[in-house]
Each structure stands twice: as structure tokens, then as C-alpha cells.
């Protein structure tokens, strides 16, 4: 039994109760126990009541493994242990490492090492520092093989988008935030980055920066497509959340990219004309779909808006991106085309109050918080901050409603145009 005031005791029953129900579910579904060996399947999907189990179990051993650590080990290890899971990490993308070991069996080091032009002994060293934390392993002396989380950057072109976006952008912009706050302590230019101090100085920002680089381009936008494929951030959410009040007339999706969403409206709501609005760079890949009534027009939001009188303009997934002053430009660019009573729908990321997430969901959030500090000088808002860029664009905008759906990361924030 755990002590009323042993929290590491508690945690430790919390592992081993969630561990056997995940274990249990997985002999009875015929699964193999959980391991990230070469042939552990890489995708189970669990009924929720054992997925349950399974963000219990990271939660209490991400909190028992840093109570055990302690306070000083604590500070002195994670900083060395990133830097060489990012450094290994990018070596293993740079070199195409997960394409080179084949999918099943092993290849010597010798032979590594004659493909990427990289001495033996150096690969050995660098591939071995990756090794405990679950890239790779040594099948036999001197043999290296494919271990799940390896092999599954070679088996996922979006996983391999993923893993490069980690290594060449969000590692040289987390790098580039102290200096760029140096120079820009406000942090509201989206030019002054960390991550366009590192790799993009001279570009007004990422957006713009990625219309010059088409392969960075195309990366950025699989890596989002990733993220869309999670259950979380599916289209049904917002149109499970959408206003009864317009489910007929014109739409403007602005940033909405090549449609996906856009498509899934006009399928839910055959009522709706949609235009979809964005960069031209990023409308190259979009098709229109027939019987849909979903078109496509290159319009930079910062320029007024030239579509007069829609019934609703959105923004889906976009202004977490933007600095406040740029979310304020942003909206006064749509005042001259809106009628009274016109809806304006931004659907995104609400930071939850700060201490009512589990300790996972926290690292995730800032994780993902922190990212847009350092692509974008922007934040993931809270609500209050929601509604104070809004109502601060123009006194005009009257947020008419907040609606958080279950199971969404992204919530709907309802605003009318009250002249
Ligand atoms: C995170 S993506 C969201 C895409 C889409 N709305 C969705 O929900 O999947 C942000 C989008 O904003 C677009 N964007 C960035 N700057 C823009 C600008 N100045 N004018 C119009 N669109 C822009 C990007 O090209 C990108 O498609």
C-alpha cells in the first residue's frame, strides 16, 4: 500500500495497475508486448478506456523517472542528453542513415561507412551515442539494425519530413531565441526569429521565407498534413462546431492552404460558395474537385480583402502563426468588404489555463508554444489573449461565442461584425 504522502509510491502504482491493462489488451488482441524492437508494430490504436491507461503510464513515469533523477542530475543531463538526440538525429537524417540499414537484417559498419563516406569508427561512435535512447542497435558485434523508431523513418516519407523539420528548423531557431530576443526584446516581428536570425535573415518571415524554398515548402506542408491525420485535428470538429446560422452563403477560408478542409465544409454544408484564399506558392498543389463548390484564389491577407459582402470569412489554424499587431493587421484588412451581422470564425489552438494539464499534454502544449515563439514570434493564446486581439483590431468585432469541442485540439471562436 502507498503512504498517504508518498507521491513516488503512488506514481509506482499508477504504472503498474496502467502496464498490466495495456499488457492484458494487447495478449488478448493477439499484440506482442510493448517494445520498440525492429518488428514492433508501429501504429496501435487503442479503445479509450486503454488509451487511458497508456497517458496515465506516461504521465506517472515521466514523473517517477524525474523524482528518482532528483534535482541535480535533473539540471546537469536533459541539456546534454537533447543535444545528442538532435545532433545524432540530424546526422542520421543528413546521411539518409534510416534508407541505408535495411528493413530487415543488419549491415556492418564497414559497409555504412563506405555508402555515406563517413570513417567506421566515427559512425560507430556516432550511431552508439544514439543507441540508448532507442535509435538503432548492434544485432552482432560490429552490425548495426533498424530498431522501431528508425525504422519507421524510413518506412513514413511524413515521419522523415517530421524528423527534418526537427533537425533543420526548430533546433537552429530554439538556438537562435536568446540572441534574437537580444535584438528584438519584444519578440513581436515575425522577421526577427530565432529561427530567421539562424537561417533566414533578410526574408520578412517563415511564410515568406518558405514561398523562396519550394523543398522546405513542401516539407513544412507534409509535416502540417501529419499533424491533420491525428483524430484531433480532424475537419469533423469543425464542422460538428459549426453555426446553425451559416450553413448557407459565401465563405472565405483564408490560409486555407490546398482545400482539405474547405472540401470537407462544402461536403457537410452544400449550401456554402467556399473560396479558398492563400499564398500563391501555397495554392500551387491545390485542385479544384468536381461537384464541389469550392474555389481558389492567391490573396496575401495583409492586403484588403477583396471579396466584399461573404457571409463569413475564417481563419482555420492560421493566426497562431501571427504575432498580436499581425493578427490586428490581419482582421481591420477584412473591415472595408464586411456587411453588418458578418461572421468572422477562427478556429485554433486555446492554450488551456496554465496547471490543469497532465504533465504529458503540458510539455506538449509549451513544445508546440514554444515552436511558434521561435518560427514566428507568436503564441498559442489563452482565451482572454483571444479576445483581447480581437476586440484590440477593432472595438467593432464582438466575440459572440467560444466553443471548445470534445476530443478537438482546435476550438471555435465565434465573432460578428457589429458596426
Ligand atoms: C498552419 S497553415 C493552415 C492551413 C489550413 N487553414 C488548415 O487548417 O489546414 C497556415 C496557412 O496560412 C497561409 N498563409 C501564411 N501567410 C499568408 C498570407 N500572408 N496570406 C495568406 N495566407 C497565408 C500559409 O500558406 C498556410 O497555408
Redesign the pocket.
Known sequence: MASENSRSASLAEIISDSTTKIEAYRKEEGLPPLSLGPDAPLDVKYPPNIEQCRRALIDASLELGDLATGPVELRLVPGWAVMTMFAVTQFIFDFDIAHRVPLTGDVSYEDLSKTINVGASVLRQVLRAGMPYHMFYESRPGYVAHTATTKIMAREPLIKDWTGLSTDVLFPGGAGLTEALRREPAANDPAKTGFMLAKGEGESGM?MYLEKHPEQARRFAGV?GAF?QDEAYAPRHLIDSWPNDVQNGKLI?????TG??AFALAQAFPGLEIVV???PG?LEAAKVQEGKNVSFMP????NEQPIKDADVYMF???LH?WPDAHVQRILRALIPSLKPGAKVIIFDEIMPPAGTMTLSVERNQRNIDFGMLILFNSKIRDVEEWKEVITQSDQRFKVTGVRCPEDSRLSLIEIEWQP
Open positions: 511564410y502540417m491533420q477560408d483564408l490560409g486555407g492552404s482539405t478542409v484564399q492563400d499564398l501555397a490573396h496575401d491577407f495583409f482555420r489554424w492560421v502563426n
